[in-house]
T-cell receptor, first 111, second 112 residues
Framework: ELKVEQNPLFLSMQEGKNYTIYCNYSTTSDRLYWYRQDPGKSLESLFVLLSNGAVKQEGRLMASLDTKARLSTLHITAAVHDLSATYFC???????????FGTGTRLQVTL | DVKVTQSSRYLVKRTGEKVFLECVQDMDHENMFWYRQDPGLGLRLIYFSYDVKMKEKGDIPEGYSVSREKKERFSLILESASTNQTSMYLC???????????FGQGTRLTVV
């Protein structure tokens, strides 16, 4: 059974600081997705990573994928309050197009 | 833009009731999914469908069934609602591999 683990589960950080969220998964895959969820809202796609070494950046967020280590990271640079949300990674094993999600990381950016 | 619409944002039902959650997508995607979201557990897959009238069990199908009579519509059915089915339910749709899934706005179901 595929397991997808994220850490930390909760992250409180100050504005202006950098931090990284980690996503580990237990089976071979070279397709990984990051989503953002605001409180009371649905999930919004952030990044699609489709190969080993893939790196995508959008504003203060950068995601990367290391398929050999079965690890993806979501790096936050100079955090701002607007980034406060829950972030999920999801792994695609190619089996019937279903995605398996991690438990989520709740990010709180404080002034 | 992909639009995935769930029929209700909030529902309150009584124990033992039969509950229908409806999801409609307008992007002609083959794959549709029902997830359940609970604090600390992330999203867990209940059922998915890759074609009309086709369905597959996900990780937690017990107590649920689904129906897909038309490509754009995927229904989740709670045959006899129980309090442990109180949760946020999310519908998603997806084209084929290498594409992201798109989510509906979610239905927060409370079973009393």
């Amino acid at each position: 059974e595929l397991k997808v683990e994220q850490n930390p589960l909760f992250l409180s950080m100050q504005e202006g600081k950098n931090y990284t969220i980690y996503c580990n998964y237990s089976t071979t895959s070279d397709r990984l997705y990051w989503y953002r969820q605001d409180p009371g809202k649905s999930l919004e796609s952030l990044f699609v990573l489709l190969s080993n070494g893939a790196v995508k950046q959008e504003g203060r967020l950068m995601a990367s994928l290391d398929t050999k280590a079965r690890l993806s990271t979501l790096h936050i640079t100079a955090a701002v309050h607007d980034l406060s949300a829950t972030y999920f990674c999801a792994v695609d094993t190619g089996a019937a197009s279903k995605l398996t999600f991690g438990t989520g990381t709740r990010l709180q950016v404080t002034l | 833009d992909v639009k995935v619409t769930q029929s209700s944002r909030y529902l309150v039902k009584r124990t033992g009731e039969k509950v229908f959650l409806e999801c409609v997508q307008d992007m002609d995607h083959e794959n549709m999914f029902w997830y359940r979201q609970d604090p600390g557990l992330g999203l867990r897959l209940i059922y998915f469908s890759y074609d009309v009238k086709m369905k597959e069990k996900g990780d937690i199908p017990e107590g649920y069934s689904v129906s897909r009579e038309k490509k754009e519509r995927f229904s989740l059915i709670l045959e006899s609602a129980s309090t442990n089915q109180t949760s946020m339910y999310l519908c998603a749709t997806r084209g084929w591999v290498d594409t992201e899934a798109f989510f509906g706005q979610g239905t927060r179901l409370t079973v009393v």
